[in-house]
């Protein structure tokens, strides 16, 4: 299992090129029996990981079923909110458990943010060489 993963950054308008590459991260999400490739903006300014309503509904989660409101801010917080812990799996690391935002909205997309990814995993970003690491706390 390695210590240390590097990823490149995703171009995300090619007209703009490198101005526009962002730090994108592909890992799966499981909740019970229903898994989901997705992939998620890893970003240091946000307080606490975000999951697109539609990502949710693939997990098999039931808006109602979920008990935990929280209140978003910026761009989402006119979106209702609710809390869930879902296992994430990056590369070839051990999987974790990573408690989200599942927000009403399709608009937002899948944040990694301080709660708890960046709890979970050292970030090294190297934007001038368009890489970012991704390690498992020790």
């Given at each position: 299992m390695a210590n240390v993963i590097q990823f490149p950054y995703t171009i995300t308008n090619p007209a703009l090129g490198e101005s526009s590459a962002l730090p994108y991260l592909p890992l799966t999400l499981t909740q019970l029996q229903q898994t989901v490739p997705v992939t998620g903006l890893v970003d240091s300014g946000a307080m606490v990981n975000v999951l697109p309503y539609q990502i949710g509904q693939q997990l098999g989660l039931v808006w109602q079923q979920q008990t935990v409101p929280l209140k978003l801010t910026?761009?989402?917080a006119r979106y209702e909110a609710r809390g869930v812990i879902l296992t994430a799996k990056v590369g070839t690391f051990a999987p974790v458990r990573l408690?989200?935002?599942?927000?009403?909205?399709?608009?937002a997309p899948l944040l990694l943010g301080q709660t708890n990814f960046m709890q979970e995993f050292d970030v090294c970003f190297f934007r001038s060489q368009l890489l970012f690491e991704i390690k498992p706390k020790p």
């Open positions: 910026g761009n989402l408690a989200f935002a599942w927000t009403a909205s399709d608009e």
